[in-house]
């Protein structure tokens, strides 16, 4: 084709690009090989000589047994495990187990007679929930015989005894280890049973008479103290241990008379029985004014029982409280858990002991105890004046827990 733009002639492209091919590709290719080289040999460690194990897993020995179902489970059944394997542990989801209680303190009380109108701020405490409130299990029981309960509390065989402030301060000056932590009854409750027949109004016509008693203390601090003013000598008295007896000596005339805590009963229950009789109050003839019924506790295990004894006295000023005020319910009450209460003499006598009981238990009048133990060691009846600390407590007045 003739070249019409003057321009000089244009040489061919593929014949230029096949030359240099030709020239340049040999050396290209040499290059290219010294270029690329061998990759290095591997390097080759000594054999670790090591052995892996595999540890079988062994199932616990609680697996195979049924897992526990809750109610809402029981119908519901799970999947079916696999062939030839074990079942693997479950969990289920159930209410925790309750917490038990902790475990009540107990309290041992040994009543001084068989039980009494006199004895139901005890009687009705163990039975209206509040010990069981305050963590305290109290128990009481009744003498097979009315000098026993002292005894066997100043042996460590029961925990409280109920007595009489006059045969507590016999006891301690013979050496037991007593002492007064609460008044039940705040008055006295002794008293001489005389048969209305012998026509005798003091205790100067007691001389040659037959006289029954029940306890020591009757023995040996109260006729004493009635009959000593009047010249009257123990010796002159002829002295008899009825027991529990009382009454029935008295009924069949083996009797004269006798010394008695029970004042608010026995005459009437001889008078049921055909036997009329007087009364003479000790404290209408010389003897100081005292407690009528108390509990006693050990005073080497004090320590260790002052945190229950306190909580009984709680419960014990809080029952008086309700007794006095709902004093009909109340002897509904303490007839029904002691049946054998409902007699006549007992509810002739429940207005008379209503006023006697102490609306507050644990205090004390020290006073009280410091006047009777010096009147007994004026007298003799007591070898030893014992102060009053070793007599009684007030364990209302300690520091506040």
């Known amino acids: 084709?003739?070249?019409?733009?003057?321009?000089?002639?244009?040489?061919?492209?593929?014949?230029?690009?096949?030359?240099?091919?030709?020239?340049?590709?040999?050396g290209a290719a040499a290059l290219a090989e010294?270029?690329?080289?061998?990759?290095?040999?591997?390097?080759?460690?000594?054999?670790?000589?090591?052995?892996?194990?595999?540890?079988?897993?062994?199932?616990?020995?609680?697996?195979?047994?049924?897992?526990?179902?809750?109610?809402?489970?029981?119908?519901?059944?799970?999947?079916?495990?696999?062939?030839?394997?074990?079942?693997?542990?479950?969990?289920?989801?159930?209410?925790?187990?309750?917490l038990a209680p902790p475990p009540l303190e107990t309290l041992e009380i040994m009543l001084d007679w068989y039980p009494g109108p006199h004895?139901?701020?005890?009687?009705?405490?163990?039975?209206?929930?509040?010990?069981?409130?305050?963590?305290?299990?109290?128990?009481l029981s009744t003498p097979a015989d009315p000098t026993v309960p002292t005894r066997l509390l100043a042996a460590g065989r029961i925990d409280l005894a109920v007595t009489r402030q006059p045969q507590l301060h016999l006891q301690v000056d013979r050496g037991q280890s007593l002492v007064r932590v609460a008044t039940l009854i705040d008055l006295p409750m002794a008293g001489l049973v005389l048969r209305e027949d012998l026509d005798i109004d003091s205790p100067a016509g007691l001389a040659g008479l037959r006289i029954g008693y029940a306890e020591e203390d009757g023995r040996d601090l109260l006729l004493p103290a009635l009959t000593a003013p009047h010249g009257i000598a123990p010796r002159e008295l002829l002295l008899s241990d009825t027991g529990f007896g009382l009454a029935t000596t008295l009924v069949e005339q083996r009797l004269d008379a006798v010394i008695t805590p029970l004042r608010l009963t026995l005459p009437r229950q001889l008078a049921d029985q055909g036997v009329p009789t007087r009364l003479l109050r000790v404290e209408e003839h010389g003897i100081p004014l005292h407690d009528g019924l108390i509990l006693v506790a050990n005073r080497d295990r004090l320590a260790r029982l002052r945190d229950p004894i306190r909580e009984l006295l709680d419960a014990l000023q809080a029952t008086t409280a309700w007794i006095l005020e709902h004093p009909d319910e109340a002897w509904s009450r303490l007839t029904e858990l002691e049946p054998t209460l409902d007699t006549p003499a007992n509810r002739d006598s429940w207005m008379a002991t209503l006023l006697r009981l102490s609306a507050q238990p644990a205090a004390l009048d020290t006073a009280r105890y410091v006047r009777l133990e010096a009147f007994l060691h004026e007298r003799g009846l007591v070898e030893e004046a014992t102060p009053v600390e070793k007599l009684a407590v007030d364990l209302g007045a300690a520091t506040p827990r």
């Open 1 to 26: 084709m003739p070249n019409l733009a003057g321009s000089p002639p244009r040489t061919p492209l593929a014949p230029c690009l096949l030359l240099l091919v030709t020239l340049f590709l040999p």
């Open 34 to 98: 010294d270029a690329l080289e061998a990759p290095p040999a591997p390097v080759r460690y000594p054999p670790l000589n090591t052995e892996v194990r595999v540890p079988t897993f062994t199932a616990p020995p609680d697996i195979d047994r049924p897992r526990r179902e809750t109610p809402a489970m029981a119908d519901t059944p799970g999947p079916e495990p696999a062939a030839g394997t074990r079942p693997g542990p479950s969990v289920t989801s159930a209410p925790p187990e309750p």
């Open 119 to 139: 004895h139901a701020a005890l009687i009705l405490a163990t039975a209206n929930g509040l010990l069981e409130h305050e963590g305290l299990d109290v128990t």
